[in-house]
């Protein structure tokens, strides 16, 4: 069989699943980094498409409005961050349970940059805030449970408060880090974390 043979054989229902599924992921990529650099409002489906080498019609059959196509990106931001994976973890010891989950948000911020800067440019837009503000605060309703439930058997005080304040923490780091990349001292946040929560010299950080 010539590779014209192959090439015009018909595609099966599996490999039309993956290539929907690579189509509609590279429109999230697309419009995550349009979004980001132009920013929501001033970029347009049409715009989204044209990067993305696609017909506008077909945008539409993957995403019925601009507004989902941002609010699955929201959400696939979520689910990158390591906070999602508590429940899968309820067995593992907590103090690697922390020192991982520690570790893995502040790698997010490199490996999730875009992402992060527009999440940051979703902050000053109110009425884009408005629109995602239930799902932002059931985030982190989940984020600051687990978190405080981890506290509790880690015997932290105020296990409730610490995860509170852990969190508003990570808020600001995001911040902080978008305006001077160049100047975050990752590894010393790291290790002053894990030395204030862990008991245990037990981090995989090498230490100076």
């Known amino acids: 069989m010539n590779k014209r043979s192959v090439k015009n054989m018909p595609r099966t229902k599996k490999q039309f699943t993956e290539i929907r599924k690579s189509s509609k992921q590279k429109i999230l990529n697309v419009a995550l980094e349009l979004f980001a650099k132009r920013g929501y409002h001033a970029t347009s489906i049409s715009q989204i498409a044209k990067k993305a080498k696609i017909s506008k019609g077909l945008m539409y059959n993957y995403f019925a409005s601009k507004e989902k196509l941002l609010d699955e990106i929201i959400q696939q931001g979520f689910n990158s961050l390591a906070g999602l994976e508590f429940k899968a973890q309820r067995n593992v010891d907590p103090e690697k349970q922390l020192e ?25 837009h109110p009425e884009i805030q408005k629109k995602f503000e239930k799902k932002m605060q059931q985030f982190r309703d989940e984020f600051v449970g687990e978190l405080a439930s981890l506290f509790r058997k880690l015997k932290v005080k105020n296990p409730e408060l610490e995860a509170f304040l852990l969190g508003t923490f990570f808020d600001g780091l995001v911040l902080n880090f978008m305006v001077a990349e160049d100047l975050f001292p990752v590894k010393k946040i790291k290790e002053a974390l894990l030395s204030k929560y862990l008991k245990s010299d037990r981090s995989s950080i090498k230490r100076k």
């Open 100 to 124: 991982v989950f520690i570790e893995s948000i502040l790698e997010n911020l490199y490996s999730n940059f875009t992402y992060w800067q527009l999440y940051l440019a979703l902050l000053v």
